[in-house]
T-cell receptor
Framework: NAGVTQTPKFRVLKTGQSMTLLCAQDMNHEYMYWYRQDPGMGLRLIHYSVGEGTTAKGEVPDGYNVSRLKKQNFLLGLESAAPSQTSVYFC??????????FGSGTRLTVV | EDKVVQSPLSLVVHEGDTVTLNCSYEVTNFRSLLWYKQEKKAPTFLFMLTSSGIEKKSGRLSSILDKKELFSILNITATQTGDSAVYLCADLTQGGSEKLVFGKGTKLTVNP
């Protein structure tokens, strides 16, 4: 089915390792977002993009980088993972008048 | 900085009870307020409220927005165990970014 696909779904990293989370959407949405969710914290915005080739910082951007080279993909990178980045990561895409569509999440553990 | 505050943070009720969840917001460019239900996975959309005083309903769930007092409530009547979830409130701002700013959520537990 059409929607937002996140890969991987689970990952365990050692402190200092790097990784990239991929978000892909096939709805031709302009806007894409990366959120993290920690227990009792709701969802907090890491970075977002308002169109291909653009990115901007959200509420908690430190330790993360993003890229949106193609409209359908939004990549979230961790250059040097830290235990504080243990979280569940959600990607979302959005188009005005159509609302938000969330991916199923990536559970990341940094040990 | 935009702020969304939900209360209570957690709530335990018995099946058949009626519950009211609260959401207050302080935002500079308000456009809409959204409610989501989250059950151990991605949030699922419930309601989007843009106009004050107009109730939105979906089965046993309903929600209303008060733009003067800057709050919204989500009501669930005749609760069922399947209503157990975290309910998230989020503000959708104007200004080009279309960002959602979430509250911390209310964890609802419905016991049989």
């Amino acid at each position: 089915n059409a929607g937002v696909t996140q890969t991987p779904k689970f990952r365990v990293l050692k402190t200092g390792q790097s990784m990239t989370l991929l978000c892909a959407q096939d709805m031709n949405h302009e806007y894409m977002y990366w959120y993290r969710q920690d227990p009792g914290m709701g969802l907090r915005l890491i970075h977002y993009s308002v169109g291909e080739g653009t990115t901007a910082k959200g509420e908690v951007p430190d330790g993360y980088n993003v890229s949106r080279l193609k409209k359908q993909n939004f990549l979230l990178g961790l250059e040097s993972a830290a235990p504080s980045q243990t979280s569940v990561y959600f990607c979302a895409s959005h188009q005005r008048s159509y609302g938000y569509t969330f991916g199923s999440g990536t559970r990341l553990t940094v040990v | 900085e935009d702020k969304v505050v939900q209360s209570p943070l957690s709530l335990v009720v018995h099946e058949g009870d009626t519950v009211t969840l609260n959401c207050s917001y302080e935002v500079t460019n308000f456009r809409s307020l959204l409610w989501y239900k989250q059950e151990k996975k991605a949030p699922t959309f419930l309601f989007m409220l843009t106009s004050s005083g107009i109730e939105k309903k979906s089965g046993r769930l309903s929600s209303i927005l008060d733009k003067k007092e800057l709050f919204s409530i989500l009501n669930i009547t005749a609760t069922q165990t399947g209503d157990s979830a975290v309910y998230l409130c989020a503000d959708l701002t104007q200004g080009g970014s279309e960002k959602l700013v979430f509250g911390k959520g209310t964890k609802l537990t419905v016991n049989p």
